[in-house]
């Protein structure tokens, strides 16, 4: 390949990102000129190209070395320079190519269950989900008439679940097929539009910083654009979100007292009240008044109380049990939500760790503590 080719590979890969984040009948013309037309034509149509590239990746704020190499007469390099600056573009436009490549060879009709699907099942589906499974790349070889849900396709099915923040069960239900239906020219676009959002995200901020990856249910320590630690982690139930918000952590607060925040002690703390009167002694925490007053009553008359208006604030006390845990990682937000510690460290193995009241809990903690 001569460098004028490799220059109009890379015009050519970037124009398929515009086409699948703002697709026009221009963008349809530029990319069958670059993939079809002879060397003459498609130079002829390499200025306005290189222009409408450059204008589209800085309405988006992902920045690239466009004006570096603006005097350069060297094709190839001016493609290059257009490119985005980030580690992740070549993996990313290689993946989008094979994804479109996929989508042109490919049927991918809309497969419908009406029952789960599991290991050592027979179902007319499964040479289909094997196809899909084996050219998005989660199986390897298979038998392509087999009915049989056999070993080896479970063992797909969890790296294809795994792959997608799905419960990795290995078993097929309404979830692992709505994502197995989504065409690879849409797997292309949620591709490209999920790393122009973090490309556009991580040019934005300083050169360290967390990062929580909700779905995924993990945190990224970045340092100067290395990982420097990594954690498991629990997020907020469906119903409670963990918001998504951009802050900066401005504290660290060792063996942390907790202050119940209304919402909470409503939905999830007086029902337990109400069981139990105990409860509030039993989980160590103290109770105030409107006036900031220490009040103290027996469990029988908490949990009357528990049924009424429950006019007090409860302060879960530091120490073992404490909801926080042993740190606090503050940073000022509107949603009064935290990182923290947990005391049920046995959750941070569930696959779904959607568990929380909206905070974000840390498995290593005491790593980020000493960070």
């Not at 460098?3 to 109009?8: G, I, K, L, N, P």
């Not at 909700?214 to 990224?220: C, G, N, Q, R, S």
């Not at 290395?226 to 979100?241: E, F, H, M, T």
């Amino acid at each position: 390949m001569d460098r004028s080719e490799a220059a109009f590979n890379s015009l050519l890969y970037q124009v398929q990102f515009v086409w699948l984040i703002k697709p026009s009948k221009q963008i349809e013309q530029d990319y069958r000129a670059l993939t079809l037309e002879p060397k003459e034509l498609k130079l002829a149509r390499v200025e306005r190209i290189k222009s409408e590239l450059q204008q589209f990746w800085a309405s988006l704020g992902i920045p690239t070395n466009a004006m570096n190499m603006k005097d350069s007469k060297n094709l190839l390099q001016q493609a290059l320079s257009l490119e985005p600056i980030s580690k992740d573009y070549l993996a990313t436009s290689n993946n989008i190519r094979y994804l479109l490549w996929l989508d042109q060879k490919m049927d991918w009709n809309e497969l419908v269950s009406n029952s789960w699907l599991k290991q050592g099942d027979n179902h007319s589906l499964v040479p289909e989900i094997s196809r899909r499974l084996n050219g998005l790349g989660d199986l390897g070889e298979y038998d392509s008439v087999s009915t049989l849900f056999d070993a080896n396709v479970k063992n797909a099915v969890r790296h294809f679940q795994q792959r997608h923040g799905l419960k990795i069960d290995g078993i097929i239900g309404p979830e692992t097929i709505r994502w197995i239906n989504i065409t690879p020219v849409k797997r292309a676009e949620l591709l490209a539009i999920n790393f122009i959002n973090k490309t556009r995200y991580l040019a934005s901020i300083e050169p360290i910083f967390l990062i929580i990856n909700i779905p995924a249910f993990e945190l990224e320590l970045i340092d100067n654009g290395q990982v420097a630690l990594q954690s498991r982690v629990i997020v907020g139930k469906p119903y409670r979100q963990t918001p998504l918000l951009i802050s900066r952590i401005s504290n660290l607060v060792i063996n942390p007292s907790w202050r119940v925040p209304r919402s909470l002690l409503i939905r999830d703390l007086l029902p337990k009240v109400r069981e139990d009167g105990g409860y509030i002694q039993a989980g160590n925490f103290n109770v105030f008044d409107n006036q900031g007053q220490m009040v103290s009553k027996t469990a029988q008359e908490w949990q009357d109380l528990a049924h009424g208006r429950f006019p007090y604030r409860l302060v879960q006390q530091p120490g073992e049990g404490n909801t926080l845990g042993r740190y606090k990682f503050y940073f000022e937000n509107k949603y009064s939500v935290y990182l923290h510690d947990t005391a049920d460290k046995e959750l941070f193995d569930e696959s779904n760790r959607a568990l929380s009241s909206g905070c974000i809990r840390i498995e290593n903690v005491e790593g980020l503590a000493n960070w």
